[in-house]
T-cell receptor, first 112, second 114 residues
Framework: QQQVKQSPQSLIVQKGGISIINCAYENTAFDYFPWYQQFPGKGPALLIAIRPDVSEKKEGRFTISFNKSAKQFSLHIMDSQPGDSATYFCAASLNSGYALNFGKGTSLLVTP | SQTIHQWPATLVQPVGSPLSLECTVEGTSNPNLYWYRQAAGRGLQLLFYSVGIGQISSEVPQNLSASRPQDRQFILSSKKLLLSDSGFYLC?????????????FGSGTRLTVV
């Protein structure tokens, strides 16, 4: 059972554009929502994370928007660059848990 | 600083052969250790996690097993590989007491069962 649903599966954005990836979750007890970035042949690396007590978190060009009532959160990449081309995974978990529940990933291609 | 090592990077094995993938962590003590599998279109699936030596929790019943013979060593094994075991296997660790916050993944093993 997929506890975190991620869309779109793939995304093509022109350089300088905004990339938006959406995730939805079912378990209202989840209270930690990270995003991971994975380059081909490498393991995923933590990009940015948010707790449900805030609606938005920004780090450089990357922003997480969180809607607790809708049980949705999204990643916005501003001024997308070719170097941002990678697979992005959202995840959700209990604060006290061990396991992260990952979405299926979004393959992002930023064209020059 | 902490580092995680995972090997081999790629592996091609025939159906029915055994498997042993190894993961070690340096620079920390008593880490939480994880094995994930990544299959095309299916995201990251947690296979096993361990909070201490000899303590293994299995998330998905399957043809694989895990062991933790030492504090910073985590091994993924199979007695007889199936075609469906093909995938990208990732080891990860996180600090004790901050399990979900500090996930660090290894570079992965690409396993192809033929």
């Amino acid at each position: 059972q997929q506890q975190v649903k991620q869309s779109p599966q793939s995304l093509i954005v022109q350089k300088g554009g905004i990339s938006i990836i959406n995730c939805a979750y079912e378990n209202t007890a989840f209270d930690y929502f990270p995003w991971y970035q994975q380059f081909p042949g490498k393991g995923p690396a933590l990009l940015i994370a948010i707790r449900p007590d805030v609606s938005e978190k920004k780090e450089g060009r990357f922003t997480i928007s969180f809607n607790k009532s809708a049980k949705q959160f999204s990643l916005h990449i501003m001024d997308s660059q070719p170097g941002d081309s990678a697979t992005y995974f959202c995840a959700a978990s209990l604060n006290s848990g061990y396991a992260l529940n990952f979405g299926k990933g979004t393959s992002l291609l930023v064209t020059p | 600083s902490q580092t995680i090592h995972q090997w081999p990077a790629t592996l091609v094995q025939p159906v029915g052969s055994p498997l042993s993938l190894e993961c070690t962590v340096e620079g920390t003590s008593n880490p939480n250790l994880y094995w994930y599998r990544q299959a095309a279109g299916r995201g990251l699936q947690l296979l096993f996690y361990s909070v201490g030596i000899g303590q293994i929790s299995s998330e998905v019943p399957q043809n694989l097993s895990a062991s933790r013979p030492q504090d910073r060593q985590f091994i993924l094994s199979s007695k007889k590989l199936l075609l469906s075991d093909s995938g990208f296997y990732l080891c990860a660790w996180s600090p004790v007491g901050r399990a979900i916050y500090g996930y660090t993944f290894g570079s992965g093993t690409r396993l192809t069962v033929v």
